[in-house]
């Protein structure tokens, strides 16, 4: 029987001093407290490489966000970044609107929200979660292929993507309210794998101090 652990990761802070749903857009960078995330998430990983892991692997969505993350990580792990856009931001109608919960106020948007449960005003949640397991059981398949088993990887992604591929993995419903999620920035949610079985969801927060205070938009 061969264990895997995959680890997905939230990007850091982004600069966005116009509040805007940022989606899939490009150049949106890591504001200097996120620079800060990202070198507390990679130290997490060196720590746990020097505690014995073999983190072997490392993916990230091609958004620079997700990369900028990626970069401290892969220089603490000696780990070249590969990129997967099947682990890239979901597809979001309201992409590039400032101040999203006040634009939900105008009637012309109303027909987007008409089912909540899909949801009507991106990418289905099904769909997401179709496209981030994917990406997960091939890094998992690299992952033992490099270090046998016990291997590990580690792909950089975004919340709701992550979220929505949890609570699958937990055997939840996909729909829910944004406000409930678990995924802060830097958070790390691991899958255990034995084979191809899922046996176990974690979830940690090195930069949980760093939190209070950080803008928290998010992408989808």
Not at 50 to 78: C, F, M, W, Y
Not at 86 to 112: D, H, S, T
Not at 161 to 178: C, F, K, N, Q, Y
Request: glycine share 8%; aromatic share 6%; net charge neutral.
């Amino acid at each position: 029987m061969s264990r895997a652990s995959i680890h997905l990761v939230r990007h850091g802070e982004v600069f966005n001093p116009d509040g805007i749903l940022y989606g899939r857009l490009p150049e949106f960078h890591l504001s200097e407290l996120g620079r800060e995330m990202a070198d507390r998430v990679a130290g997490h990983f060196e720590q746990r490489r020097n505690d014995g892991a073999k983190l072997v692997h490392l993916v990230a969505s091609p958004l620079t966000r997700a990369q900028e993350t990626a970069a401290p990580i892969a220089s603490a792990l000696g780990l070249e970044t590969m990129t997967d856009e099947r682990i890239l931001e979901a597809e979001n109608r309201f992409e590039g609107l400032p101040g999203v919960k006040r634009q939900l106020r105008n009637p012309r948007y109303w027909p987007l929200l008409r089912n909540p449960m899909k949801p009507s005003w991106g990418e289905p949640y099904a769909q997401q979660v179709e496209r981030v397991m994917a990406a997960v059981h091939d890094a998992r398949i690299r992952a033992l292929e490099l270090g046998g088993s016990g291997a590990e990887a580690v792909l950089v992604s975004h919340q709701l993507p992550i979220w929505v591929t949890r609570l699958a993995a937990e055997g939840r419903r996909l729909w829910h309210d944004p406000r409930s999620r678990e995924c802060t920035l830097t958070s790390v949610t691991t899958l255990e794998f034995n084979d191809m079985e899922l046996t176990g969801v974690r979830y940690a927060e090195p930069s949980a101090d760093l939190l209070p205070g950080a803008a928290n938009l998010p992408g989808a």
